[in-house]
């Protein structure tokens, strides 16, 4: 699995223009939990290698005010872990922790 570094307010909103055109999926993840790690590494086994989707890794401990804009943005309560698929610069599904559920997102896209 390829992850994209979403690690700007800019790259956000660049992202946001780009789900207008194809679906993009963000992944908010602590690096100092374990379970953030655990159920990042559950997603990158069950993520299918055929999905074009780009799939954005959030690093919250070093980019926390990009998480902050992206809950305010998109108005999605912050979790950690979290997944979000944006589409048409609107969140259209958003899950944490183990209800992350990587087949199920990749049928939505």
């Not at 800019?10 to 223009?17: G, H, I, Q, R, T």
């Not at 559920?101 to 990749?106: E, L, V």
Request: hydrophobic share 45%.
């Amino acid at each position: 699995m390829q992850w994209l570094a979403l690690s700007s307010e800019e790259k956000f909103a660049s992202l946001l223009e780009q789900s207008k055109i194809n679906p993009v999926l963000i992944f908010k993840h602590s690096t100092r939990c374990s379970v953030s790690a655990m159920a990042k590494r559950s997603f990158e086994l069950a993520w299918p290698t055929s999905s074009s989707t780009e799939v954005y890794l959030l690093d919250l401990i070093s980019f926390r005010s990009v998480s902050n804009l992206i809950a305010d943005r998109l108005s999605v309560v912050h979790q950690s872990p979290q997944a979000l698929l944006i589409k048409d610069g609107k969140c259209i599904y958003n899950a944490s922790h183990e209800d992350i559920n990587a087949a199920y997102i990749s049928s939505l896209v």
